[in-house]
Nanobody, 119 residues
Framework: QVQLVESGGGSVQAGGSLRLSCAAS????????FAWFRQTPGKEREFVSA????????EYAESVQGRFTMSRDNRKNTVYLRMDSLEPEDTAIYYC????????????WGQGTQVTVSG
């Protein structure tokens, strides 16, 4: 099966930037869509961004539009999330998720990476 490992989280001052990475590995790798979600304690999981592995532009939640940029590197089996102009409201655990070809849900999830933004 495929394993997803996020990295790049940390603590940053408001207005700063971070770049998250999500590396995929495994015997079988048939991705259709990669996505980023985030969640804080006591709140619902929130969609952040998604991109199709085969091509096309990334899509973003309104809350991060214009500040976050999702990209992919098919040769490295890796997706990225560049986060600029970070705000305290962006503080969350960020999860990478994969929708495999032939599946209708995000069936593979990473363990998450913590992002903390101080005012």
């Amino acid at each position: 099966q495929v394993q997803l490992v996020e990295s790049g989280g940390g603590s940053v001052q408001a207005g700063g930037s971070l770049r998250l990475s999500c590396a995929a590995s495994g015997r079988t790798f048939r991705p259709a869509v990669f996505a980023w979600f985030r969640q804080t304690p006591g709140k619902e999981r929130e969609f952040v961004s998604a991109i199709r592995w085969g091509g096309g532009a990334a899509e973003y939640a309104e809350s991060v539009q214009g500040r976050f940029t999702m990209s992919r590197d098919n040769r490295k089996n890796t997706v990225y999330l560049r986060m600029d102009s970070l705000e305290p409201e962006d503080t969350a655990i960020y999860y990478c998720a994969l929708q495999s070809l032939g599946r209708s849900t995000y069936d593979i999830w990473g363990q998450g990476t913590q992002v903390t933004v101080s005012g």
